[in-house]
């Protein structure tokens, strides 16, 4: 599977959009997700690629913004594309049945990667979302789970919902998942310490606590366990280990100075 | 497991937020997905509240953004805040981890089960998200995945996805009591510490250390970022702040004794 190849067929109809903010923000919305296929179908604001506030919300996403498509009809829009998904918050008495969201998103991207055509997600205007009209011309109702005390989203929004589960699951597809975040990728660059010198830190830990009076080795209660616990935890890297015993060292100088007498004179 | 009464201890806080149309987006983000509780930190339009396009964005959630509460610091905001995860595109040199999105509302979800408090998802202003001071203060980082070409989402988007992962991850939390993360075994079902005590920890931590000589709060260098990273990777339960604060007073107390001059007469 090819992540970008497969999100060129991924396409975003919004229809009949009143505002042209929201048109931008939905470029920007898809582009941070990968996807680049904006379609309008007959804007209020026929200009709206180049209408301000359209450009002040698609901020570096303003090329999605200036190649997406305007058209007439929703029918045009869809051209070329095998399953469009209806964006709607309920289910219509006719409309086709209704999945949610993300196995809508998971049942996409195993259709790209099998056949040929396009996917679309289509959303209808601001106030009063998809007509039954174009519900109809969509083979299935898409459903973002939200509360059903509050379940209208800003448009943008749910474009921004729909592209970002479609991406996770283009990723999830190609077995992508947690590449990006191995937790221990942050330590690429930075070498685990070693056994040896984990225990070396722990002898000197336990050296700076028995000297500063905290522990005492011939009563150890659970000091040195818990210190175990905490930093076995965390993992500890070597510059971590160097730091750690230049605190060990720090704490044990100046008492065996005093005990040494020097400061006491 | 009770969703409603689980929302209620999720948090969503803004950083000084310069747009008031993105406050009025984010109530609108987060009630659509069962949330209430905003917090607005130093925002750039102080009276937010009532400010016309706040209005106009937040629609029917202008309840959300009437009861939203204004803070002057983001460790005001957290107060009562057990676990925050700071919302940043990529890894911090010294932050916390980094988790996706998903795993970590799952992980939150799991949290917000099995103890008390609250979780919080921190968001940094529009143009240059959060501060490294601003992830300090928290315990997690969590990442939503985006196009590495164009990772930069509107902050109301990012709300609404970190809303509607929460909320997501809250519904299928009602059939996975048994689904244990690893940050529950690790702390061996230990309530982690509360960021007030984490904070206070670091502070005694610091005076220990400029005690003992290793760091000079002056001339700073990379101790406390590098000590608030290891342990940010860890996690801290309150047992453990309780001993480290113990060292920290062991340590703090014989170097104050001999500057004092009991020990050098």
């Not at 058209?71 to 051209?79: C, N, P, R, S």
């Not at 459903?143 to 929004?157: F, G, H, K, V, W």
């Not at 990006?180 to 942050?186: E, G, I, P």
């Not at 818990?226 to 008492?255: H, N, W, Y």
């Amino acid at each position: 599977m090819n992540i970008p190849h497969l999100a060129s067929r991924v396409r975003f109809v919004l229809c009949e959009p009143a505002h042209p903010g929201n048109i931008g923000s939905a470029a920007r919305a898809i582009k941070t997700m990968g996807f680049r296929d904006l379609r309008v179908v007959a804007p209020r604001e026929p200009g709206y690629r180049t209408h301000e506030e359209a450009v002040a919300y698609a901020t570096s996403s303003v090329d999605v913004l200036e190649a997406s498509r305007c058209h007439d009809t929703l029918a045009e829009a869809l051209e070329g594309v095998t399953f469009a998904w209806a964006l709607t918050g309920y289910d219509r008495e006719y409309g086709p049945p209704m999945t949610p969201m993300r196995p809508a998103a998971a049942k996409s991207t195993a259709w790209l990667a099998d056949m040929e055509g396009g996917v679309a997600f289509v959303f209808g205007t601001e106030r009063s979302g998809m007509t039954n009209e174009e519900v109809m011309l969509c083979q299935g109702c898409a459903a973002i789970a939200a509360d059903p005390e509050s379940p209208s989203l800003n448009l943008a929004q749910a474009v921004q919902i729909a592209a970002y589960e479609m991406h996770m699951a283009l990723m999830a597809g190609e077995g992508h998942e947690g590449d990006l975040y191995d937790w221990q990728s942050r330590f690429e660059h930075e070498m685990p310490a070693s056994v040896d010198a984990i225990e070396g830190f722990f002898r000197h830990w336990e050296e700076a606590m028995t000297v500063c009076g905290i522990h005492d080795p011939a009563n150890p209660k659970n000091l040195m366990p818990m210190t175990r616990r905490l930093f076995g935890r965390s993992g500890l890297t070597q510059t971590e280990i160097d730091l750690l015993r230049g605190i060990c060292a720090a704490v044990i100088r100046p008492k065996r100075d005093r005990i040494g007498g020097k400061k006491a004179g």
